[in-house]
């Protein structure tokens, strides 16, 4: 069984920082590309950032120059570094993983979605 473990979520004044983890467990082969996702109230699930394993990444607009992403291939962690937060960034963030895990005799592809962590940014 292939598990993504979030922390780090909470309640932070506009303006504020936070960090959040996500840790890879289970049988893995390799781990392509990691990434984070969010939710707010009432909307879809949108991309917030992605991260190859060679280290690429790629940014939504609306968080560009304000979160990191970045990884340790050896923790199989992804983190999120979110700086000057809006009441916007509001969200259940979640984790995702692009997998290449073992199954018996063979290999497969297998993409894994956190249990998702709650971000609030309010005064």
């Known amino acids: 069984q292939v598990q993504l473990v979030e922390s780090g979520g909470g309640l932070v004044q506009p303006g504020g920082s936070l960090r959040l983890s996500c840790a890879a467990s289970?049988?893995?082969?390799?781990?392509?590309?990691m990434g984070w996702y969010r939710q707010a109230p009432g909307k879809q699930r949108e991309l917030v950032t992605t991260?190859?394993?060679?280290?690429?990444?790629n940014y939504a607009d609306s968080v560009k120059g304000r979160f990191t992403i970045s990884r340790d291939n050896a923790k199989r962690t992804v983190y999120l570094q979110m700086n000057s937060l809006k009441p916007e960034d509001t969200a259940v963030y979640y984790c995702?993983?692009?997998?290449?895990?073992?199954?018996?005799?063979?290999?497969?592809?297998?993409?894994?979605w956190g249990q998702g962590t709650l971000v609030t940014v309010s005064s």
């Open positions: 991260i190859t394993s060679g280290g690429s990444t």
């Open positions: 289970g049988s893995i082969f390799k781990i392509n590309a």
């Open positions: 995702n993983a692009e997998t290449i895990v073992e199954a018996g005799t063979h290999y497969r592809y297998l993409e894994v």
